[in-house]
C-alpha cells in the first residue's frame, strides 16, 4: 500500500513510518496541514490516508473534506487526542471512513488500514437486492450512493454499511453488537456504543436536513428503520 501519513508530532509520525515501511508499505509524511492537503490533493494516487485531526494549518477534518470534494474517494483513516463523540462525528462528517484516539495500537492501526483497503477493493454485491429504499430514502450498495427526495447524499463506506444493515431489515430492531459484527471486519474487542457515534452522524446527514426521524432508537436494544423512511 501506498500510504500519507499527516502528523506533527514528529516522533509518532517517524514511529507510524518506520513500522508501516516495516510491514513493506510506502510511506509520505507531512508535518502540516499545508502539506498534507498539498500531498493529498496533487501526490496520490494512495491507497490511504492518516489524517490528524489537530494539525498547524488546514486540520485533519478540512483536508478530508477538501479531498471529498476533489471527488477523491481514497480512505482516510482520523486520528485524533481527544476521546469524545463530537470530535469523532467531526471526522466522519467529514468524510472519514474510520477513527483512532491516540494512543493507539500499531497492531490495531494495521488492522484498520488492512480493512478499509479490502472495502475499497470490495467489488459491489452481486444481489438482485443492491437497492435499499425506505420511503423516498434509496441506497444504491453496488454504486455507493444515497439519495433522498432526489438529492444525493455523501456517506462515507461505514456509514453506508451501516445503513445498508437497517435497511435491510425495515421495522425492525437491530442490536448495537448485530450491526457491528457486520459492518466491522474485526469487531471483536470494540466497544458496541461506537455505533452511536455512526448512527448521529447519519441522522445529520440523511434526516435532519430534510426533517425527518427515520432511524428509530429502540432503548436497550438498538435501531430501527422506520419502514416508510420517517
Given amino acids: 500500500m501506498r500510504i500519507l501519513v499527516v502528523e506533527d508530532e514528529e516522533n509518532l509520525a517517524e514511529s507510524l513510518r518506520q513500522g508501516l515501511s516495516a510491514e513493506g508499505h510506502r510511506v509520505e509524511v507531512a508535518h502540516d496541514g499545508h502539506r498534507g492537503l498539498q500531498l493529498a490533493l496533487t501526490g496520490g494516487p494512495y491507497d490511504a490516508v ?7 494549518g488546514p486540520g485533519g477534518a478540512e483536508i478530508c473534506a477538501r479531498m471529498r470534494a476533489e471527488g477523491d474517494a481514497t480512505p482516510v483513516l482520523m486520528l485524533t487526542a481527544r476521546d469524545g463523540e463530537y470530535d469523532e462525528a467531526e471526522g466522519l462528517d467529514a468524510g472519514a471512513d474510520d477513527y483512532l484516539t491516540k494512543p493507539f495500537s500499531f497492531v490495531v492501526l494495521g488492522a484498520r488500514l488492512r480493512a478499509l483497503a479490502r472495502r475499497a477493493a470490495a467489488p459491489g454485491p452481486a444481489s438482485t437486492s443492491a437497492v435499499l429504499r425506505a420511503g423516498d430514502l434509496f441506497l444504491d450498495r453496488h454504486d455507493r450512493r444515497c439519495r433522498r427526495g432526489g438529492r444525493d447524499i455523501e ?3 461505514r456509514e453506508l454499511g451501516v445503513l445498508a444493515c437497517l435497511m ?8 448495537k453488537q448485530q450491526i457491528l459484527d457486520e459492518v466491522w471486519d474485526s469487531p471483536h474487542g470494540i466497544d458496541p456504543n461506537i455505533v452511536e457515534v455512526y448512527i448521529s452522524s447519519l441522522r445529520r446527514k440523511i434526516d435532519a436536513p430534510f426533517g425527518r426521524r427515520s432511524i428509530l432508537t429502540v432503548h436497550g436494544t438498538g435501531y430501527r428503520m422506520a419502514p416508510d423512511g420517517g
Fill in 50 to 56: 492518516l489524517l490528524d485531526l489537530m494539525l498547524p
Fill in 155 to 157: 456517506l462515507t463506506a
Fill in 168 to 175: 435491510e431489515r425495515p421495522g425492525r430492531a437491530v442490536a
